[in-house]
């Protein structure tokens, strides 16, 4: 079991670092946009776009890594207060439903991802790139971040058997 952890934080971590270096590639569609627009008075009719799809590949991609790290946003009034065994037990009552609501998520985004790419779905703006790859990654970051819950639900359940992490 621990293996099978072991493999999806591996997983996890690469996809992350991965989409991470997406941001700097924005940072330079940015510039070139602001150059184009602002010094040379010829803006483009990508560059939008490009910036909007970018951030959203980070965004879907990062979420299991995220996780992993554990730099989710939670309301840490109370659960901070709490000692360590019961913040485990409060992670693993809440898994359940973050269990079922990204399995239905991940449900409904492979159907929108797979109608999408079988009529190759572009944005429908003057630039019209494709949508479908979005849309598939979507898809494959929820699978990674519900698979990353799982790697942290068995911790969970090892932490409060064994007392020690996995």
Not at 1 to 23: C, R
Not at 79 to 108: C, H, N, Q, S
Not at 130 to 156: D, E
């Amino acid at each position: 079991m621990k293996k099978i952890v072991l493999i999806i934080d591996k997983i996890s971590a690469l996809t992350g670092k991965a989409t991470s270096f997406l941001i700097l590639v924005v940072v330079f569609i940015v510039v070139y946009e602001i150059v184009m627009r602002y010094v040379f008075h010829r803006p483009t009719i990508w560059a939008s776009e490009a910036m909007v799809f970018g951030c959203a590949f980070g965004y879907v991609l990062g979420g299991a890594w995220t996780l992993l790290e554990n730099r989710h946003v939670r309301i840490g009034v109370i659960y901070e207060k709490l000692p360590m065994r019961r913040r485990v037990i409060l992670d693993i009552i809440t898994f359940f439903f973050f269990a079922l609501y990204m399995g239905m998520l991940f449900w409904a985004s492979t159907k929108y991802a797979w109608e999408s790419f079988e009529i190759r779905e572009t944005a429908g703006s003057p630039w019209d790139p494709p949508v479908y790859p979005l849309k598939l990654a979507l898809a494959f970051g929820i699978l990674l971040l519900l698979l990353q819950g799982i790697a942290k639900f068995v911790r969970n359940i090892f932490f409060v058997i064994k007392g020690t992490e996995l």
